[in-house]
Structures are given as structure tokens and as C-alpha cells.
């Protein structure tokens, strides 16, 4: 991560997008936003979640964001990057952050997926077939209440404080820096 924040301020003509803001950049920015709330909110819930729930991880969590896919942190994740990227970057940044992520946290996916099915053999891949990994489907969405799987208490937020505090900043610099 640090190698690409030296790439991207080194070359920040081929990173940031240079044009004034139409309607499409506007657009892209507001989406941005969106996808930055929505995967902190997604992140909060599921610490959160997990650390009420878990019985320190000895428990396999099959309830609130764990029923619409399997690592909503990552998901979580995943969302705030491809927010700042859309608010940010050029286009083809898009692609860049997408394999970097999935070089970054598949392989740990796969590493915690291992883990589990040692830990609750034939639950957990029963849970694996009912329960998409990172992307929920739409239909589960839809079927359950927002409430259910999105828990949030604010407690929850207090515990993620020190990655909201710095998003908030990196959004705040990022209105200042374009005016």
C-alpha cells in the first residue's frame, strides 16, 4: 500500500483524473461517496457483530451482515476503495484496484475459509453453499430487512473510530484540494 501512495503521488497526472467536473464527474463522485458510506457502514456492523457475537470466535456467526455473504469486511473494504477510486482516478484505475485487491485479501479469503472449515466441519460448508463469499445476491437483499443485516449500535462505531476518523480527513482534503 505504501509503494502505490509513493506511485500515485509521483505520477499523479496518469492517476487523477485531470478534466473539470461535468456531469459524469460529478456523478462518479457522488456514487464514490455512496460506496465509501455504505462499506464503512458494512465494516461497523461487522466487527461489530462479530466481536458481540462470536463468543471469541468460537462460534460460527450466521446472522446479521454473515447471512448475505460470508466476509462482510472485506466487502466492507472493498466498497470504501472503489469509492475513492471513482471519486478520484481514472477509469483504468478501476481495474487496477480491483487486482489488487484480489492479490491482496483472496488469498487471506481463502487462508480464513481453510481455517473454519477445520474448526466447524460440515456447518461451515453448509453455511458456504447458502452464504455468497464477498458479493451478495440481490434476491437477499431484498428478502430480508435492512435492520437484519445491517445491525449497527453506536458502541460499534466508537470501536472503529481509527478508520473513520482518517476516511472522514481523506474525503474532507479531497473537496478542499479540487477547489
Request: net charge positive; with cysteine.
Amino acid at each position: 500500500m505504501g509503494l502505490a501512495l509513493i506511485l500515485v503521488v509521483l505520477f499523479r497526472k496518469t492517476f487523477f483524473r485531470q478534466n473539470d467536473p461535468g456531469w459524469l464527474e460529478n456523478f462518479l463522485r457522488v456514487i464514490g461517496l455512496l460506496a465509501i458510506f455504505l462499506g464503512q457502514l458494512i465494516r461497523v456492523s461487522a466487527r461489530g457483530y462479530k466481536a458481540e457475537y462470536s463468543k471469541n470466535s468460537h462460534a460460527l456467526i450466521e446472522s446479521g451482515p454473515y447471512q448475505v455473504v460470508r466476509n462482510p469486511m472485506y466487502l466492507g473494504i472493498l466498497l470504501i476503495g472503489f469509492g475513492v477510486v471513482l471519486m478520484l482516478f481514472n477509469w483504468w484505475a478501476v481495474l487496477l484496484f480491483l487486482l489488487i485487491f484480489a492479490s491482496r485479501y483472496f488469498p487471506l479469503i481463502l487462508s480464513e475459509e481453510k481455517k473454519l472449515q477445520g474448526m466447524f466441519p460440515g456447518i461451515y460448508e453448509a453455511y458456504c453453499r447458502r452464504v455468497p463469499r464477498i458479493l451478495p445476491r440481490l434476491f437477499s437483499l431484498i428478502k430480508i430487512s435492512v435492520k437484519e443485516y445491517l445491525p449497527l449500535k453506536p458502541a460499534w462505531f466508537k470501536k472503529e473510530i481509527n478508520s473513520i476518523i482518517p476516511l472522514l480527513v481523506l474525503i474532507l482534503l479531497f473537496f478542499f484540494w479540487r477547489r
